[in-house]
């Protein structure tokens, strides 16, 4: 209420008499938040809604894609990288890993997978513990990953035991751009716009009004007592939700001045709503996805659906998985190829359903042409390794 700034400027005497001024509000400088990956997923994922469901959508979308391992000639049911996938540890299942190594990449541009033993076991490495050791010629020799006080380095070789995984970054010879950082000044956005609300709702949404005293002799003062007593009466009867809408009885020489919300306060929202669009397109989510409004891109859920897949989901997860697998075909001794199986894909079957009508029609492909076309193996049935 605006008492709690008439009190901050009272005079220390109780004989003085308080005189109402206006309260001068000065802002401080500009605060942004640091660039590092842990402060980034604290304030963007952690503490921030549009953050947090951008980058869940899109890991719990592409882990849970199926996939489909096969070599130059066949299609495989079973294999041993597939079993791996399907139980990489103890603790974890395919879908909890895969959503790690996405999760990882969306919040800092980096994930790290570690094997274990004669390709016993899969770990995902937090990425803020690991960093890249370079050596003479600028390229990468080792990883050290810091955990309880400790540092276990990993040493690069052909194949190492650590696959990394990292998205460009046009700047950095090691480490990857994550959206996070591209989203950086948005989510300080967001953030200050929601805690600019909170503090508005904690004032009653803004002060309602003023209370105007005007003494018999026009000094425009009150004393000590009349000013403790006034307050207090507010604070007791007329804040809160309890409170609301209580008529309010004002004794002689006072008067109700009503404030309004100004336009800078209406605009937050505004700026609120635009800042969460920035959010989402950084991390390449439809706004719609996300329940932002204001976005007129797509016609329906539907389209915006399909292109999430196709612009964002399935490239990160085609990339993730070729990784994947050129790695763990080297650690396994067998060259093989690991991608999403976009026949599956409820979001694409309308597209996919026009493909395979377009290639089988074509009557001067052969069988195999089209096969390959529609990035099927030679094979005309799957094997078992």
Same mark, same amino acid.
């Given at each position: 209420m605006v008492f709690d700034m008439f009190r901050k400027s009272a005079p220390q005497s109780p004989q003085k008499a308080r005189s109402f001024r206006p309260a001068v509000m000065s802002g401080g400088g500009v605060a942004w938040t640091s660039r590092d990956a842990g402060s980034?997923?604290?304030?963007g994922f952690a503490g921030n809604p549009v953050g947090f469901r951008a980058v869940k959508l899109i890991a719990e979308a592409a882990a849970a894609l199926p996939l489909v391992l096969q070599d130059a000639s066949q299609r495989f049911d079973t294999h041993p990288l597939l079993a791996l996938l399907a139980r990489p540890n103890a603790g974890q299942g395919q879908a909890e890993l895969l959503e790690a190594i996405y999760c990882q990449l969306l919040l800092t541009g980096n994930a790290y997978v570690e094997v274990s033993g004669e390709a016993e076991q899969l770990h995902?490495?937090?990425?803020?513990?690991?960093?890249?050791?370079?050596? *003479?010629?600028?390229?990468?020799?080792a990883y050290d990953y810091t955990v309880g006080g400790s540092v276990h380095r990993f040493d690069v070789g052909a194949p190492g035991?650590?696959? =990394?995984? #990292? &998205?460009? =970054?046009? &700047?950095?010879? =090691?480490?990857?751009? &994550?959206?996070?950082?591209?989203?950086?000044?948005?989510?300080?956005?967001? %953030?200050? *716009?929601?805690? @600019?609300s909170k503090g508005l709702l904690d004032n009653a949404a803004?002060?309602?009004?003023?209370? /105007?005293y005007s003494s018999a002799d026009g000094s425009g003062t009150m004393t000590t007592d009349q000013y403790d007593?006034? /307050?207090?009466?507010?604070?007791?009867h007329h804040q809160g939700a309890r409170? +609301?809408?209580?008529?309010?009885?004002?004794?002689?020489?006072?008067?109700? #001045?009503?404030?309004? !919300? &100004?336009?800078?306060?209406?605009? !937050?929202?505004?700026? #609120?709503?635009?800042?969460?669009?920035?959010?989402?397109?950084? !991390?390449?989510?439809?706004p719609m996805m996300l329940g932002?409004?204001?976005?007129?891109?797509?016609?329906?859920?539907?389209?915006? %659906?399909?292109?999430?897949?196709?612009?964002? /989901?399935?490239?990160?997860?085609?990339?993730?998985? +070729?990784?994947?697998?050129? @790695?763990?075909?080297?650690?396994?001794?067998?060259? /093989?190829?690991? #991608?999403?199986?976009?026949d599956q894909v409820a979001a694409l079957s309308g597209e996919r359903d026009q493909q395979w009508a377009r290639i089988g029609s074509a009557d001067f492909l052969s069988d195999a042409e089209k096969r390959r076309l529609l990035g099927l193996p030679a094979e005309l049935e799957a094997r078992d390794e």
């Amino acid at each position: 209420m605006v008492f709690d700034m008439f009190r901050k400027s009272a005079p220390q005497s109780p004989q003085k008499a308080r005189s109402f001024r206006p309260a001068v509000m000065s802002g401080g400088g500009v605060a942004w938040t640091s660039r590092d990956a842990g402060s980034l997923t604290r304030t963007g994922f952690a503490g921030n809604p549009v953050g947090f469901r951008a980058v869940k959508l899109i890991a719990e979308a592409a882990a849970a894609l199926p996939l489909v391992l096969q070599d130059a000639s066949q299609r495989f049911d079973t294999h041993p990288l597939l079993a791996l996938l399907a139980r990489p540890n103890a603790g974890q299942g395919q879908a909890e890993l895969l959503e790690a190594i996405y999760c990882q990449l969306l919040l800092t541009g980096n994930a790290y997978v570690e094997v274990s033993g004669e390709a016993e076991q899969l770990h995902v490495l937090r990425s803020d513990r690991v960093r890249v050791v370079p050596g *003479a010629d600028g390229w990468p020799v080792a990883y050290d990953y810091t955990v309880g006080g400790s540092v276990h380095r990993f040493d690069v070789g052909a194949p190492g035991p650590i696959c =990394h995984i #990292k &998205s460009f =970054h046009p &700047s950095d010879d =090691h480490y990857g751009l &994550s959206p996070m950082q591209a989203a950086a000044t948005a989510l300080d956005v967001h %953030n200050a *716009a929601s805690r @600019w609300s909170k503090g508005l709702l904690d004032n009653a949404a803004r002060p309602s009004g003023a209370i /105007v005293y005007s003494s018999a002799d026009g000094s425009g003062t009150m004393t000590t007592d009349q000013y403790d007593r006034l /307050v207090d009466e507010m604070e007791t009867h007329h804040q809160g939700a309890r409170n +609301a809408g209580r008529p309010m009885l004002l004794e002689g020489g006072l008067d109700w #001045k009503p404030m309004g !919300f &100004s336009p800078s306060d209406m605009e !937050f929202q505004k700026t #609120k709503e635009a800042a969460a669009r920035e959010i989402a397109t950084a !991390f390449g989510v439809p706004p719609m996805m996300l329940g932002i409004p204001g976005d007129a891109t797509y016609a329906n859920y539907a389209e915006a %659906n399909r292109a999430f897949y196709r612009l964002t /989901v399935l490239p990160m997860a085609t990339r993730v998985t +070729a990784a994947l697998a050129d @790695w763990l075909g080297q650690v396994m001794a067998h060259s /093989v190829t690991l #991608k999403p199986d976009v026949d599956q894909v409820a979001a694409l079957s309308g597209e996919r359903d026009q493909q395979w009508a377009r290639i089988g029609s074509a009557d001067f492909l052969s069988d195999a042409e089209k096969r390959r076309l529609l990035g099927l193996p030679a094979e005309l049935e799957a094997r078992d390794e």
